[in-house]
């Protein structure tokens, strides 16, 4: 069965409580509900995690990379738009990643407009809430192909 890889970083584990005007109410362990559920539905597996760690994050897309994960959708809240370590650590995946984020990041202050792994994601999905995630899964779906 394909893999597909859902990393959310930085301060991700409070959604729910932090800045809901952004961010709405829903709590990181719904979102990875309704992840998995998708990913039930359209017939693949999807692993959910998430790191406060920089190193762990970079580790994480480490182990990716070993184990062939099919596509990797990452959040990387705000290491997305400084962290050189995590842009490199995705550079060394071959295989697709969909760049989400909950918020309109275009709509925010301007250094929420630049994203370092912008231009190793296949594209970015930004402004609608979970389903920023959701849309993302099933663009990293398209991108794997080849369903049965
Ligand atoms: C975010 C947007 C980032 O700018 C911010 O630093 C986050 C969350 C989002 O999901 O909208 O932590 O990635």
């Avoid at 490199?88 to 994203?115: C, N, Q, T, W």
Wanted: proline residues 2%.
């Amino acid at each position: 069965m394909k893999k597909v890889l859902v990393l959310h970083g930085v301060n991700l584990n409070m959604f729910g409580k932090r800045d809901p005007a952004q961010y709405g109410t829903i709590t990181l362990e719904q979102i990875d509900e309704e992840i998995k559920a998708l990913a039930s539905e359209l017939g693949f597996a999807a692993e959910c995690f998430q790191t406060n760690h920089e190193g762990e994050m970079v580790e994480k897309i480490h182990w990716a990379h070993e184990q062939k994960i099919d596509a990797v959708v990452i959040n990387a809240g705000a290491w997305t738009h400084y962290s050189y370590a995590v842009m490199d650590a995705l550079g060394i995946l071959k295989v697709p990643i969909v760049e989400v984020h909950m918020s309109h990041v275009h709509a925010r202050e301007k250094f929420r407009h630049y994203s370092v792994i912008a231009p190793l994601a296949r594209g970015q999905i930004s402004g609608f809430g979970v389903n920023s995630y959701l849309l993302g899964l099933r663009a990293a779906w398209e991108l794997i192909g080849d369903h049965d």
